[in-house]
C-alpha cells in the first residue's frame, strides 16, 4: 500500500488505541495517537504551572511544547522535551481534567496542524517509509485528515465501553470499578462534544459497532472495512 490514510474516531472506551495499533501492524503502516498529543498537552502545562482554564496562558504554552510522536504501532512513544510520558500520560490526574485542554480551541488548532503534519510526512516517507498511516481521535475523520482514503466511526455501546475502561484502569469490570470510571467516561465525551462531533458518523464515513464483538473481531470488522473501501476505489 503507498500513501494509505485510515482515519479513524470514536468515544472513549470504544477500543480505538488498541484496534487501531493492530490494524496499523497489520497493514504496515504508522500509527498515531491524537489522544495521547492531548493528554501530553496537558501534562505539560500542569508541568509550567499552567492554569488550564486559562485559554490564552495554555495554548501560548502548547505553542511552545517541545513534542515527539513516535509512530510504530508496536511501540509508539510520547516525549516532550526528551522526556518519556507514556505512563504519566496515562495517569487518572491527566484523564481527570485533559477536556479542558482538549476543548480549548487555539490548542485545537496548533495540534492539529501537528498532526495533519505527521500525517502527510508519513504519505510522504516517515517510518512507515510512504506507506501510510493510521490515525485515530475525535475528529480525524471530519477535520484532520477528511479526505483520507478510509474514513472510520468506531463505536459502541455505553454499557460496553465502561466495562472496557474498568478493565483497562482497574483490571476488573465490577459494578464498582464501572461506577468509578464513568465520570471518566462519560463526562469527558460530554465535554469533548461541544467542540467536535465524534459520536455521530458523518457522510462518508463508516460505522463499525464494537459492542458485540471481541478484540480479535473488531480488529477483522476494521480491516474488513479497508479493504472494502479501497476495493471500491478501483
Not at 185 to 214: I, K, M, N, W, Y
Amino acid at each position: 500500500m503507498t500513501g494509505l490514510v485510515v482515519a479513524v474516531d470514536g468515544p472513549s472506551g470504544s477500543g480505538k488505541s488498541s484496534v487501531c495499533r493492530q490494524v496499523a501492524g497489520r497493514l504496515g503502516l504508522a500509527y498515531l495517537d491524537t489522544g495521547a498529543m492531548y493528554r501530553a498537552a496537558t501534562w505539560w502545562c500542569r508541568e509550567q504551572g499552567v492554569d488550564l482554564a486559562d485559554v490564552r496562558a495554555a495554548a501560548v504554552a502548547v505553542a511552545g511544547m517541545d513534542l515527539e510522536m513516535g509512530l510504530d504501532p508496536t511501540a509508539p512513544t510520547v516525549r516532550v522535551g526528551g522526556t518519556d510520558l507514556a505512563v504519566a500520560i496515562r495517569d487518572p490526574a491527566i484523564s481527570a481534567v485533559v477536556s479542558l485542554i482538549a476543548t480549548n480551541l487555539d490548542v485545537r488548532a496548533d495540534l492539529g496542524g501537528r498532526q495533519r503534519r505527521l500525517i502527510a510526512a508519513e504519505v510522504a516517507g516517515g517510518w512507515s517509509g510512504g506507506r501510510g498511516v493510521v490515525a485515530e481521535g475525535r475528529d480525524i475523520t471530519t477535520v484532520i485528515a477528511p479526505d483520507a482514503e478510509v474514513r472510520i466511526l468506531l463505536t459502541a455501546s455505553e454499557e460496553a465501553r465502561l466495562a472496557r475502561r474498568a478493565l483497562e484502569v482497574h483490571g476488573v469490570a465490577d459494578a464498582a470499578s464501572i461506577a468509578a470510571t464513568r465520570d471518566q467516561v462519560v463526562r469527558r465525551d460530554a465535554q469533548d462534544s461541544t467542540v467536535v462531533e465524534f459520536r455521530t458518523a458523518a457522510d462518508g464515513v463508516v460505522t463499525v459497532d464494537s459492542s458485540p464483538l471481541t478484540f480479535d473481531e473488531t480488529v477483522e470488522a476494521v480491516l474488513t472495512v479497508v479493504r472494502r473501501e479501497l476495493a471500491g476505489r478501483r
